[in-house]
């Protein structure tokens, strides 16, 4: 029996709508993983530092008012810091698609754009995380 | 992740982090080196003061804790903070949602939280957690809190790790019947009725009836707080103070 | 219609049922339907036979308002077309609202950015990252007056969804048309003073809930007096479009109306009559065209009945229950996104089926970002298309009498007033707020949902059928690369040439009247004049009533 994979889904910023957080903690759950969702308006170094503390496996950033190209390279740089780098950093929200290249250069694996199913996100984790030999 | 576990410990033993968090998922997951790692830990032992803390859902257990942990801190102690919930028994996934109500300590060094799942272990206090108490004592934590759920039979696994188990109560959460299956109540060092506004006289009643019943030599104190409002907090606190300088008084005596 | 004719036709739809539509089903199964309110084969007069027409429906512009608020309905006036826009600086904002206006918009809706909305100055660091992004920065008098300097206020209504902070927000608007020489008791606007749904998914909530209300109330207790044409909009869009269902949706949008209302009377300082008659429900129109035409006809009928039963004011408008929507946007898709506009034109005809007033929809580029020129025009277009070329504005309440719409109306109606007892009994709005038991059950509606759509029940073309490959590639809206800049030296300028020893002094004075309980309209009045700024002014409001903190749900 494999062990759960473990996810924290995030909101930086200032943005007040969490209902596809919310939906995706619930979705994830029944997809056998154990996430931790942080509530709204948090910092990139609260983010990071939960991270460290629960020692996710997966990191789920949801930011829909456009401060992405600010907070998401942060975190991520951060997490590298934090020696959190083996981190599965994904996004999703409102994300531009010419932001996107950039954003994955940086170090965001994926982005999932609104209506993604929450099955097709826990297939992606499953198929992504380091296993324990990389 | 292979890493060199010795490294892992001292890293998480002189503070960094993700270190000790990662050695928290290493217990949990029951990975090879685990045994190395409780062997180091067996000898840095009894510093910390480790209070647990279960009860009905509801209660507001957690903005107690939250509380706690203030208070804690105001006394310039650091705090290891466990949150068990309960994993789905269908799908095996857990919502971790504990965490949360502790955000203003999210960015105090001095406050370590880490959730874990109760993985199918019936009351929730798996070996991991027991190891994972233990880790953070090791580490230097001045007191360790776990929160669980469970106040029936299988909630009393929570005071063979503990030095002081915290049973948390509210009022209209149940009749004498439920009270007498809470477990807990058997072997609760305290016990706090939380959102006392509500009417705690008649929840203390209860209480003090069925444990007039039970086969305890000594009826616990039972401390009524409104944690929201942070009222009954410093009350709670100093009987655990009390608890806490017996502890360390026995443990130097050993 | 008689019991006999009634008996008649349920004999024969007996029939029908047994041996046409049987037969028929039998090579032609139905499809499995998803839909909140689950939907027959059929409605007749059968389905009807307990309705009086006389005591349930009535004729418009009387109790209990179903058909219509007014006698005529569209017939006299096509409903009037709003619109949301707010970006960059005052100055860009304005230069939108001017176009849209030309073709055709009345009202201006102005969406501020996240740091105006948290009370945050646009050159505070901490909000670096956000300034401009959502919406218009607006941190001092000085911005409004730039947004406002070419708008003819005799004929714009200003609205906006700023909610904690509306209380100075319209202390900036009162004083920019004072000092443009337009007299306050002229101006028209449509203020959103209800916060209880930053609580439950908005989340731009600053103060604890009973400071928030508070603030609230002097609004409407100000407006009653001095600005006759304001409505206090109950935004219960944020609940529907947070996940919950159509019955949650109206049935949150008349319990917080209630609930204000309630507490406004408790005041001793605010007509109940009065402060009723001036409120507007402001709910999200899905594309549903009948549950969503019967959730409006519903809300009519249950708001003038629950104020009739608890307070009978005197004044009749005060149990006219006006519904000023916007469209849905959390239907809409980011793939095919073109065909967006299909929905926004469903959502808008619903909404007039309904008998709405003032319809803002959304736009077809909402799945990506804030809107563009180009499809914010095409929302307006597909309004008055709707408006002129659809026949739903030649007679009032086009749909009333189907069996079908007649009997979803009394459904939502009686489940609307089951959800409004439950929050009552669980003790009102703010507990169930507090305890966060609104919030889960929104949460959970949210989740099944979901469900619903990952499994294809429910269908949203383009997104679970009737798929393309396809490179998504839209005209964008851009931010200002440069307006972090723009906005600090906009407020070095203002810290610069303001006085500041009166900034300080009108400040105390607001802190000393936030300690108290009066009306704290004249005290902003007054800080804003000076220029104070919107975070300068915060942070005293804070310092007196506190943050609120949360409860997060246990999902």
Not at chain 1, 47 to 57: H, K
Not at chain 2, 159 to 167: A, H, S
Request: charged share 25%.
């Amino acid at each position: 029996m494999s062990k759960p994979i473990k996810v924290l889904i995030a909101k930086p910023g200032l943005d007040g709508h969490d209902r596809g957080a919310i939906t995706l903690a619930m979705g994830l759950r029944d997809e056998g993983m154990e996430v931790i969702y942080t509530g709204l308006r948090q910092t990139a170094e609260n983010i990071v530092r939960t991270c460290s503390q629960e020692y996710v496996d997966v990191l789920g950033l949801s930011l829909l008012s456009g401060g992405h190209n600010y907070y998401f390279p942060k975190i991520i740089d951060l997490l590298k810091e934090n020696g959190m780098g083996h981190v599965l950093v994904l996004a999703g929200g409102i994300i531009p698609n010419e932001d996107r290249k950039s954003l994955k250069e940086k170090g965001i694996k994926e982005i999932f754009g609104p209506g993604t199913p929450i099955s097709e996100i826990a297939d992606f984790i499953r198929k992504n995380i380091k296993g324990e030999d990389s | 992740m292979k890493q060199d576990v010795d490294k892992l410990i001292a890293g998480a033993f002189s503070g960094d982090e993700s270190s000790l968090g990662c050695l928290l998922t290493m217990v949990e997951n029951d990975d090879a080196s685990v045994s190395r790692i409780l062997e180091v830990v067996s000898s840095k032992l009894g510093r910390a003061y480790r209070i647990g803390i279960t009860g009905s859902p509801g209660s507001g257990k957690s903005t107690l804790i939250d509380k706690l942990v203030a208070a804690m801190r105001s006394k310039g102690l650091t705090v290891g903070v466990i949150c068990v919930d309960p994993s789905s028994p269908i799908t095996g996934g857990a919502v971790l949602g504990d965490r949360i109500r502790m955000e203003q300590h999210y960015s105090d060094d001095g406050v370590f939280i880490r959730s874990m799942a109760s993985r199918g272990s019936y009351g929730g206090i798996s070996k991991a957690v027991g190891a994972a108490v233990d880790i953070f004592d090791a580490s230097g934590k001045d007191v360790v809190v776990i929160e669980t759920v469970g106040i029936g039979q299988e909630g009393i696994d929570i005071t063979k790790i503990v030095d002081t188990t915290l049973l948390v109560l509210a009022p209209g959460w149940g009749d004498s019947m439920q009270l007498m299956k809470a477990g807990v109540l058997e072997v609760a060092d305290i016990i706090v009725i939380n959102k006392a506004d509500l009417g705690a006289d008649g929840l203390a009643d209860s209480i003090r009836e069925i444990l007039a019943l039970s086969t305890r030599k000594s009826a616990p104190p039972v401390i009524q707080t409104q944690a929201f409002n942070n009222i009954g907090i410093e009350d709670l606190c100093h009987e655990l103070e009390n608890r806490r300088n017996e502890h360390h008084h026995k443990a130097k005596e050993r | 219609m008689p019991n006999d004719k009634i008996s008649e036709i349920a004999a024969k739809q007996k029939e029908w049922e047994e041996g046409s539509l049987k037969e028929y089903v039998k090579e032609n199964p139905e499809r499995d339907i998803f839909t909140e309110i689950p939907a027959k084969t059929l409605y007749t007069p059968v389905d009807r036979a307990d309705s009086e027409y006389l005591r349930d429906i009535g004729f418009p512009g009387e109790y209990p308002y179903v058909r219509g608020i007014t006698p005529t309905m569209y017939r006299s006036r096509i409903w009037p077309m709003s619109d949301y826009a707010g970006f960059g600086t005052a100055k860009e904002t304005a230069e939108r609202h001017k176009h849209l206006l030309a073709h055709g918009n009345t009202h201006m809706a102005v969406a501020c950015d996240i740091p105006t909305q948290l009370g945050y100055d646009a050159d505070d660091p901490l909000v670096e990252a956000e300034v401009g992004l959502i919406g218009v920065s607006l941190s001092s008098l000085k911005d409004v007056e730039d947004l406002l300097a070419d708008i003819p206020l005799d004929r714009v209504t200003i609205r906006g969804s700023t909610s904690s902070l509306v209380l100075p927000l319209w202390a900036m608007y009162t004083v920019a048309a004072e000092k443009k020489g337009f007299p306050v008791n002229k101006m028209m606007g449509d203020a959103k003073p209800d916060v209880m749904d930053e609580y439950l998914g908005r989340g731009t909530y600053i103060f604890p809930p009973e400071h928030s209300l508070r603030l609230s109330l002097d609004l409407v207790e100000y407006g009653l007096k001095h600005i006759p044409n304001l409505t206090y909009q109950i935004n219960s869009y944020t609940i529907h479009e947070q996940g919950s269902t159509v019955v949650q949706d109206g049935a949150y949008s008349l319990a917080t109306a209630l609930f204000y209302v309630e507490e406004g009377r408790k005041r001793g300082t605010i007509d109940v009559g009065e402060f009723a008659a001036r409120i507007s429900q402001h709910p999200a129109i899905h594309t549903h065209l009948f549950e969503e035409a019967a959730k409006s006809r519903a809300m009519r009928r249950l708001w003038a009945r629950l104020i009739k039963e608890r307070y009978n004011p005197a004044n009749p408008k005060a149990m006219r229950c006006v519904i000023d929507p916007n469209t849905g946007g959390s239907v809409l898709t980011a793939q095919q996104a073109e065909i967006n506009i299909i929905r926004i034109a469903m959502e808008i005809l619903a909404a007039a089926m309904g008998g709405c007033t003032v319809i803002a929809p959304c736009s077809y580029d909402e799945a990506l970002t804030i809107p563009t020129k180009k499809a914010v025009t095409m929302s307006l277009r597909a309004q008055q298309i709707i408006a002129y070329e659809s026949g739903v504005c030649d007679t009032v309440d086009p749909l009333g009498g189907s069996y079908y719409v007649e009997t979803l109306t009394d459904r939502i109606e009686k489940e609307m007033l089951d959800f409004i007892n439950k929050i009552e009994a669980q003790g009102g709005m703010m507990e169930v707020i507090r305890s966060g038991w609104l919030k889960k059950e929104i949460s959970r509606s949210a989740y099944l949902k979901q469900k619903a759509l990952e499994d294809g029940r429910q269908v949203r073309v383009g997104l679970n059928k009737f798929c393309v490959e396809e490179d998504i590639h839209y005209e964008m809206h851009k931010p200002n690369p440069q307006l972090l800049e723009i906005r600090r030296k906009d407020l070095k300028k203002l810290r610069a040439e303001r006085d500041s020893a009166a900034v300080r002094s009108s400040l105390e004075a607001l802190r000393k009247a936030a300690q108290g309980t009066e009306n704290l309209m004249p005290f902003l009045q007054d800080a804003v004049r000076n220029y104070a700024t919107i975070g300068e002014i915060t942070r005293v409001l804070k310092d007196v009533f506190g943050e609120y903190k949360p409860k997060p749900i246990s999902v």
